[in-house]
């Protein structure tokens, strides 16, 4: 693998764009688009669209169904979503990639949390400046960048921005699952580890809820008539508590739990909410089975009743994968950078994809750290490289020199062995 004339035409095109990629983040980050926000949201898919339209196709919409949402007094509602943003360029090309990327954060409205500032030590400071509004202005310019590539005509690409990333991806799922079929390699713009590695192997994640049912009563005149449901939830969030350390790997945090009534009333509702993370699908088989053995265990007139499920399965780092990161790792030399990667126990878009086959880098976002938190922060010099990074990737794969359909070959052979 060796860089050419062309390759470092689009690379000195990207060297000046520093200035315009951070600029549109941080204009973006200034549009709150909390996952649960829908105005917000619906605002920042309109700029979405305006940058996209200047790729060779134009952005569409996929329209998302609403999601099912345990209320805090037990009732199952829905949660809107808006449209999902879609970009296909060029699908009779003999080598497709799929970059996804998504637009909601996990500040709610009412963050005070909005605006982007300048750190002392440089850093860019703001709601998802790295998680991941840094990461999908990384991916357009890659896009615009490769697009002046001679070759270009030689690689498709199917773009998907969603809006429910931060809660799981749950309306997105099926469309995610659906481009992953279509395509050879796949990438994705989370940010990179806090020392600017790349994610390899990914726990699998599951969100769930416990709703219990009480029965209300007096708490002076006839408090034995009660049955007390935060008292039933805390017994099964103790129990599920008591899960960690019982299998390697794997994790349960109770997040929430939702409850309560007057001090003279013996509390009939409350919601158990909790996420577990793990290695390994028979590792997730046997949390399933243990959180329905504490859930039976309720009685005495009390009645518990599960919402949720797996949301992303685990992703190792298999041979297919390793085979994807060390071309991934050539690229960088190319460009003097040192790429390196490990295990982390987040999980992301990169875990769907996986799932459906597609052989896939996960953290080709902005280098920054603290996300999911008012310290979350990203280094300004890391749009331009890592923004190269993606171009010299999408330029070694239209010229071959990262196989792409050997790579998916790989992944669809160790499927079936399994």
Known sequence: ??????????????????????DRAVAWCAINSGSRHLAGLERQRQVLLDAFGNLPAAPTDIPLGASPEVGADGRVGEQAHPAA?????????????????????????????????TRPDGALHGPGIADM??????????????????????????????PDEEIGSVASAPILAQFAHLGHVGLTYEPALADGALASARKGSGNFHIVVHGKAAHAGRDFAAGRNAVMEAARIAQALHALNGLREGVTCNIAKIDGGSPLNMVPDVAVVRFNVRFPAAEDAAWFEREVERIVAATGDGLHAHLHGRITRGAKPFNAAQQRLFGAVKDVGALLGQDIAWKPSGGVCEGNNLFASGLPNVDTLGVRGGDIHS???????????????????????????????????????DLAETV
């Open 374 to 412: 008012e310290a979350e922060h990203a280094w300004p010099d890391s749009f331009v490289e890592r923004a190269q990074l993606s171009a010299l990737i999408l330029m070694k794969l239209a010229s071959g020199e990262i196989d792409g359909l050997a790579l998916r070959a790989a992944m669809t």
């Open 133 to 162: 509004k840094g990461g999908i202005s990384v991916m357009l310019a890659a896009l615009e960048a490769f697009e002046r590539h001679p070759l270009a005509h030689k690689l498709g690409y199917r773009v998907l921005l969603s």
């Open 85 to 117: 943003i879609a970009v296909v360029v060029r699908p009779e090309a003999p080598v497709q990639v799929v970059l996804t990327g998504h637009y909601d954060t996990v500040y709610p409205e009412t963050s005070g949390f909005q605006t982007v500032t």
């Open 1 to 22: 693998m060796r860089l050419n004339d062309e390759d470092r035409a689009v690379l000195r095109h990207l060297a000046g764009q520093g200035p315009l990629i951070i």
